[in-house]
């Protein structure tokens, strides 16, 4: 996972990239060391700096520049709380994912709270420069991103096994009771195929019939393969 690509990708085109998280194998150190922990530092970084460089606008009193070891102590929290803060979204997803037909998955709901939360972590860029807050709505896009997310990572695995189960039933149901023989017809020269089939599906079980006559040419070749 190369951490400048993800990030322009799922900000660009998250439809696409969370087909790619989904399919992706990482850890959850992983995750947090090479993609959550750089983000989250953005913004913290960035506002510390601000405060202290540019100061932050005060009414009456005008610029403030607040203190370097204020402002450095104010980023800290702020940081924490924003690592802190992807955890406690991950652990509200997981657990309300079975009241939207979701599978609970720690892991991918870890996956869905750090991605999506990518583009509050750029937009904390505009701390730098504390005349630029005005643009810290389009951090609203990480609820765009959350919403795309969450049916591919979180809602589509019970989905999956669901599908799975249906389609091996369907098989079975196929060849449950099914049979076919091939014996001597009871007139005549030539041979007769049987086959018989049990419907499961009804209750009580049925059973069926059918019988085709064939010539001893024809049969003996249907009975090399059969029984071959």
Do not use: C
């Not at 991950?90 to 657990?95: F, G």
């Not at 630029?132 to 809602?155: C, D, E, K, N």
């Not at 041979?191 to 019939?209: G, I, N």
């Amino acid at each position: 996972m190369n951490l400048v690509s993800r990030t322009k990708n799922i900000l660009l085109s998250p439809k696409q990239e969370w087909q790619v998280i989904d399919d992706e194998a990482t850890s959850v150190g992983g995750l947090y060391v090479g993609y959550i922990v750089p983000l989250a530092a953005i913004g913290p970084v960035a506002s510390s700096i601000g405060m202290a460089v540019f100061g932050i606008s005060v009414p009456v009193l005008g610029t403030y520049r607040v203190p370097i070891d204020a402002a450095v102590r104010q980023g800290i929290t702020q940081y924490v709380l924003a690592l802190v803060g992807v955890f406690v979204l991950a652990l509200i997803i997981d657990e309300l994912a079975p009241y939207f037909r979701g599978q609970e998955n720690r892991y991918q709901a870890l996956k869905v709270a750090a991605y999506s939360s990518t583009a509050v972590w750029i937009v904390g860029i505009v701390g730098l420069i504390p005349a630029l807050s005005i643009l810290w709505p389009l951090g609203l896009y990480s609820l765009y991103l959350l919403s795309l997310g969450l049916p591919v990572l979180i809602l589509h695995d019970r989905n999956d096994r669901g599908e799975t189960r249906r389609r091996a039933g369907h098989r079975g149901r196929e060849s449950e009771g099914n049979s076919l023989k091939i014996n001597q017809g009871p007139a005549g020269p030539g041979w007769a195929l049987t086959v018989k089939s049990v419907e499961a599906r009804t209750s009580p079980v049925s059973l069926t019939t059918s019988t085709l006559h064939f010539p001893a040419d024809i049969a003996l070749l249907l009975q090399v393969r059969v029984e071959g």
